[in-house]
């Protein structure tokens, strides 16, 4: 399977996810530190054991200390990744994530020598713009407001973190799986560490979050999987980019979702804010091509 394939499929099932979560942290489960928690044990486990079944030797193995920090890392960030998604419209603040391509664009400059062309940066530029306009609100600058920008920046960070951690751990010396069974391990610490802490009890409608979580993290880690192999085989900066264009279906799922299902999942839109997120989501996938081509 080629890098582009794989990371097509990453992006349907992240897009999924994005939807399954917000209504998650919406509806059903509104504390980020028990959803934190809950899914990060669920997506770790399943990567310790889908290593384990397709290479047992995974446990002889020298540990790789750089795939545990991936998989702390991982963790932590969705923390600030359910925190900002709990409080902010996920057609806002998935697109957001059109910044990572440039934080990963960056990186690979000068851990992995990738260069770039003068068209790539322009790309990265545009993706900038495009998060700043989708991200505007006329209401009044508050703190909230504020932290929950540098919440994304943050989160962005982390993800794009993972993504080098990855990719350098299984390129040196490290094969694939036992890549992922370390990054497992190193996924739990987080969780564990949250389990430790006061938490709400669930109610009925709790477990049933705790359900649809458990869902969405098997898809997430399904689609990490084949996001981790796509950068294995492909270019750290190219599949994020192609990764960047997951806001226009992120966009059109909310759109059809709020409009057939709105007692399940709905987003109020007035036509002036559904042009703003359209027109921006345009200029961040136009971005990410530029960085592509």
Request: glycine share 4%; proline share 3%.
């Amino acid at each position: 399977m080629n890098w582009l394939f794989l990371t097509l499929i990453a992006m349907v099932l992240w897009s999924i996810v994005n939807i399954i979560d917000k209504h998650i942290v919406s509806a059903e489960l509104r504390d980020e530190i028990s959803v934190t928690r809950i899914f990060g044990l669920v997506m770790s486990v399943f990567f310790i054991v889908l290593a384990l079944v397709f290479d047992w030797s995974v446990i002889s193995k020298p540990v790789s200390y750089i795939a545990l920090v991936a998989g702390l890392v991982y963790s932590a960030a969705l923390w600030f990744y359910y925190y900002v998604m709990h409080r902010e419209e996920v057609s806002r603040f998935v697109p957001a994530i059109g910044l990572e391509p440039i934080f990963a664009s960056l990186a690979a400059f000068f851990l992995f020598q990738e260069r770039y062309a003068f068209i790539n940066y322009f790309g990265m530029f545009l993706a900038i713009i495009g998060v700043i306009i989708i991200s505007y609100k006329k209401e009044p600058k508050n703190y909230k407001s504020k932290h929950l920008f540098f919440f994304i920046i943050f989160s962005v960070m982390l993800f794009v973190t993972r993504n080098l951690l990855f990719k350098y751990s299984a390129v040196q010396g490290h094969d694939f799986w036992t890549t992922i069974f370390w990054t497992g391990i190193g996924g739990l610490m987080v969780p564990v560490v949250l389990s430790l802490l006061p938490h709400p009890k669930l109610r009925s409608r709790g477990w049933i979050g705790v359900k649809h979580l458990f869902v969405s993290a098997i898809l997430s880690s399904i689609a990490l999987v084949c996001f981790a192999k796509a950068l294995i085989v492909g270019s750290v900066s190219l599949a994020s980019a192609v990764l960047a264009t997951k806001p226009l279906l992120v966009f059109v799922m909310v759109l059809f979702l709020s409009k057939f299902t709105p007692k399940i999942f709905h987003e109020p839109m007035s036509r002036k804010v559904l042009v703003q997120k359209l027109v921006a989501i345009v200029i961040i996938i136009a971005g990410g091509i530029l960085i592509v081509t």
